[in-house]
């Protein structure tokens, strides 16, 4: 294992170095398919970035008794990097902050344990099917690996993947039974219609005070419209208006976040928002434009994966490096698309490093690098229990 250990602090350290944003990893899947390759595993590149990779082999038609498929996502962030670390990354304002480095480099390593136990995954006529996707961060990776057929040819029974967390203790395996992460939608509207001059606003159309005005009703939407048991979140996080100090614009452009916990609610909160527009605008005598935009639904683990993941960890780590979170994150992760076509179990793995940052997308973001063998090791013990059990 200290052997695997190095490699795999080589390969990240490489993907690290190396890094592309969304639908951009051309080199990073040559890379990962050259390492696959080189154990014999085969694989199957996607139409733009990102690559499918199966063990033991599958032929078209062939019958399978169980498909088991982890995923890891393979995108950078465009960050400038500041960790001052000698495999700092070489790419102008790209970073891997968010660890998708290591999930990648976790997920070979499952990969070269699995190509070891070839014979008896053979034996048991089940397939491993690991999932390198592109694109999570602006997400839509998802559903473009899953339209390209990852969960078809041989369909997927269950489905697992994990994430770096720094605010856990290193190597500690943190687990939420049911909904783990929030869904994401987007927003974007202008208000339009207004203008005049900066020293007469009782003659001017004020879009920027109809804006904030309208802010502060969206962040009481919460409190009033929505029952305090269904958490949820409204966020404008950008404003772009106005060009003078004197005068009024003619429009305004508000862009915002929406994060839910119940796919019911989820499906009102266009209408809730809308409502609230519709009526300071007219308050004002002004127009609007309004787009709403469903990103990706709640990460909703499946209780009975959830179990058989936590039997798995307890082979590879101690007891006491096993937490079972209470609260979910209003968070999002695009891993929840998988999971609405097929069961499956979404997990965190401690990574805390003294001296880098605690927050995940942050300039001097990085990890403790023997996290890469324990989720190696997690990875392909689950896939193997999974394999001993029946459907």
Not at 136 to 161: M, R, S, T
């Amino acid at each position: 294992m200290e052997n695997l250990q190095k490699k795999l602090v080589s390969i990240r350290r490489q993907i690290h170095q190396n890094p592309e944003l969304g639908n951009q990893e051309i080199k990073t899947t040559k890379y990962i398919n050259s390492i696959l390759k080189s154990y014999g595993i085969q694989t199957r590149i996607l139409k733009q970035s990102g690559l499918i990779a199966h063990i033991p082999s599958y032929t078209q038609g062939q019958k399978v008794r169980k498909v088991v498929a982890f995923r890891a996502d393979i995108d950078a962030l465009p960050i400038e990097e500041k960790t001052k670390k000698h495999y700092q990354s070489k790419n102008k304002g790209v970073m891997h902050a968010c660890g998708h480095d290591a999930h990648t480099a976790m997920l070979i390593g499952a990969a070269i344990l699995l190509k070891q136990n070839e014979a008896e995954l053979k034996k048991s006529g089940c397939i491993v099917k690991l999932i390198f996707q592109p694109n999570e961060e602006q997400i839509g990776g998802a559903l473009d690996v899953i339209k390209a057929g990852a969960l078809k040819n041989p369909p997927v029974d269950c489905i697992f993947g994990l994430h770096v967390h720094p605010e856990i203790p290193t190597n500690t395996i943190g687990f939420k039974y049911g909904q783990m992460m929030a869904s994401s939608d987007k927003f974007e509207l202008k208000i339009y219609g207004g203008g005049g001059h900066g020293a007469y606003p009782y003659l001017a159309k004020d879009v920027i005070f109809t804006a904030s005005e309208l802010i502060v009703s969206l962040k009481s939407l919460v409190q009033r419209k929505i029952h305090p048991a269904t958490p949820a979140v409204v966020s404008v996080c950008m404003v772009h208006g106005g060009a003078r100090p004197n005068i009024f614009p003619e429009s305004i452009e508000l862009t915002g976040t929406v994060r839910t916990l119940d796919e019911i609610q989820r499906r009102k909160m266009p209408k809730l928002i809308e409502e609230i527009i519709k009526q300071k605008t007219a308050e004002h005598k002004l127009k609007y434009g309004f787009k709403y935009f469903n990103l990706c639904p709640v990460v909703d683990n499946d209780n009975k994966y959830v179990d058989n993941c936590i039997e798995s960890a307890k082979k590879v780590v101690k007891r006491n490096k096993i937490v079972i979170s209470k609260k979910p994150t209003m968070g999002s992760e695009d891993f929840s698309e998988y999971l609405q076509f097929v069961p499956g179990c979404f997990m965190r793995i401690g990574t805390q490093l003294k001296g880098a940052a605690t927050a995940l997308h942050h300039a001097e973001f990085d990890i403790d690098e023997s996290i890469l063998i324990t989720g190696a090791k997690l990875f392909a013990q689950i896939a193997e229990d999974q394999m001993s059990q029946n459907q």
